[in-house]
């Protein structure tokens, strides 16, 4: 495994899922894990669990929509680590299905202000601080909805895609400061958000092969097969991949 010892991290979404997972990786890998959710329950769950393994995790209360909320996280955590934060993670999302003509304008204003604004806020909250050191990773969660298009997806096809640019035009403006930007884009993971998709459905056992037919592998990921990803695009290794769309998604997209 890649090391992150001694790097200050943020993962945020990480009381469930991906998210978790990642913060798991992180810490078990040397990281010290700021778990920023606005789940309390669930985001004190991981810190529990990575302190019970021996690592060091902390819990910061914060919903990613709220750019006063973002800007006192980075605040938080570069006062309490000398002014460092080596690593952010933009995971925390949300779904939602339906056409352009089934997603009402406040169901789009909900999924982008998750799943874009969030990673917005945040990245311009930590960059002045990652520029000042000339070192740092944002790593933001995509989709196969990042690159293709998915159907009954609208609001998150839409979104996806545009957490891809954000992160193709952050990594192009920052160029060669150190500062790196990647986008994991994984197919279907078996998570909560997943299995809160699958009760949406009459015959959810229908769906979910439905679900699992496009990818290749014939079936879903495990969380931790998502996390080692991250690792490697927070670690010094992955020192020349920036702007990528790091795609994870069972051969899903292989024959699109
Ligand atoms: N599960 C999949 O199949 C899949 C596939 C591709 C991409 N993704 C992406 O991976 C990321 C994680 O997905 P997951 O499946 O682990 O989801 P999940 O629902 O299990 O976890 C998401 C976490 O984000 C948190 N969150 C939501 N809104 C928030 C907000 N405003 N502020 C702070 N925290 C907030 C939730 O409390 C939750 O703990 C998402 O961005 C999702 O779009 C998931």
């Known amino acids: 495994m ?42 004190k769950e991981t810190v529990a669990k990575i302190e019970k393994s021996g690592g060091v995790a902390k819990f910061a209360l914060v919903d990613v929509t709220n750019e006063t909320e973002c800007q006192a996280l980075i605040k938080r955590v570069l006062e309490e680590n000398g002014g460092r934060c080596d690593v952010l993670v933009n995971n925390a999302g949300v779904g ?25 806020h945040l990245s311009r909250a930590v960059l002045p601080a990652m520029l000042e050191r000339k070192t740092g990773s944002i790593i933001n969660l995509g989709s196969i909805a990042a690159i293709t298009g998915m159907e009954s997806r609208f609001a998150y096809t839409v979104t996806k895609h545009a957490v891809l640019g954000l992160t193709r035009s ?59 990803a991250a690792v490697y695009l927070a670690s010094d290794e992955s020192a020349f991949v920036t702007g990528s769309a790091f795609v994870i998604d069972g051969g899903y997209t292989a024959g699109k």
């Open 2 to 43: 890649f090391s992150l010892q001694n790097k200050i991290t943020i993962v945020t979404g990480a009381g469930s899922g991906i998210g978790a997972a990642i913060a798991e990786a992180f810490a078990s890998s040397g990281a010290m894990v700021y778990v920023a959710e606005y789940n309390e329950v669930g985001g």
């Open 96 to 120: 939602h299905v339906g056409t352009i003509l089934t997603t009402e304008p406040a169901d789009l204003d909900r999924l982008w202000r998750v799943n874009f604004l969030g990673a917005y």
């Open 170 to 228: 952050m990594a192009m403006d920052l160029g060669s400061s150190g500062v790196r930007v990647n986008c994991i884009c994984p197919g279907r993971v078996q998570t909560p958000f997943v299995d809160a998709r699958l009760r949406e459905y009459a015959d959810p056992q229908e769906y979910l092969q439905q679900m699992v037919a496009p990818h290749t592998l014939k079936r879903m990921a495990q969380p931790s097969e998502i996390a080692g």
